[in-house]
């Protein structure tokens, strides 16, 4: 199998554990992901709310480029799918660029592209070490997945490609109501106030459903959820130890990959404990 591959900016810099994630996973199941060449940052996340055109033509040098392969783009960055899913719909409309896309491609996001049934059962042959014990929340986030029209998404309100995924590994994917709440995405600098309301949410509705995890497939929602937990803990009262896995971290995990383990030491709330206490490590 082969896919054009738009990875943007944050998989090679903060969120290189995903990133090597993706890369052993793929190879694993003889995906051959082409990096698109000469690619360009797609604007995300502020670009759109400053400048409309320039958050359009941005995407759009990517897409035309893309098309140049001739080949699907998968796009692993929630945010950048969004802003690359926002450009396509403009140019398909008409909006005036200075590159062509036609449409001839599709812009998948990479959750979709894993979770589909002909990659799943692939990945299902590959697995030597069931996840099982595990009990997980699978958590979307909202770039991936709003809005429906942008996104091509019928299941906005209640998608199930992570649960197939952390199922397929033989972890639990516990059913709960806040898979495609915001995490507050970049409002962690400027309104960490409100990142701790809502984060919190998202902690205490997991601990409650028994969850001993959180899996994603966004590196902001990631970084937020993960990084925080101590503060939010702390302007709550309360103490929370909730591993954030990326839900390719966990196929490694379950296939036995042996660098797994490395890409979870790069984590602030460390996974070892509770992967060693399940016999899974």
């Not at 770039?143 to 209640?158: F, G, I, L, T, Y």
């Not at 590994?169 to 059913?175: M, N, P, R, S, V």
Request: charged share 25%.
């Amino acid at each position: 199998m082969h896919v054009s591959y738009y990875p943007g900016c944050s998989l090679e810099a903060t969120a290189s554990d995903y990133e090597a994630s993706i890369e052993a996973v793929t190879k694993l199941m003889d995906i051959e992901l082409s990096e698109i060449e000469d690619w360009n940052c797609c604007g995300a996340s502020a670009a759109h709310s400053l400048d409309h055109e320039l958050a359009i033509q941005l995407s759009a040098r990517n897409l035309s480029r893309a098309e140049g392969v001739g080949l699907d783009v998968v796009v692993p960055c929630a945010l950048c799918f969004n802003r690359l899913k926002s450009a396509e719909k403009e140019l398909l409309a008409g909006h005036a660029s200075d590159y062509r896309f036609s449409g001839r491609i599709k812009v998948v996001d990479l959750l979709e592209f894993l979770s589909s049934a002909e990659v799943l059962d692939k990945f299902k042959e590959k697995i030597v070490k069931p996840l099982k014990g595990l009990k997980a929340v699978c958590y979307y986030g909202c770039q991936a997945n709003r809005p429906p029209q942008v996104v091509d998404r019928k299941d906005h309100e209640n998608p199930t490609d992570m649960d197939r995924v952390v199922k397929a590994c033989g972890a639990e994917a516990l059913d709960w109501p806040l898979k495609t709440d915001c995490c507050g995405a970049s409002h962690a600098v400027a309104r960490p106030d409100l990142i701790d309301e809502m984060v919190g949410r998202l902690y205490d509705m997991a601990v409650g459903l028994g969850a001993d995890c959180l899996v994603v497939s966004c590196q902001m929602c990631q970084a937020n959820v993960d990084m925080y937990q101590q503060r939010i803990g702390r302007v709550r009262g309360k103490e929370y130890d909730l591993p954030v896995f990326y839900f390719t971290e966990l196929m490694g995990l379950a296939a036995g990959l042996p660098d797994a383990p490395k890409w979870l030491k790069r984590h602030f709330v460390d996974p070892t404990p509770l992967l060693r206490k399940l016999e899974l490590l």
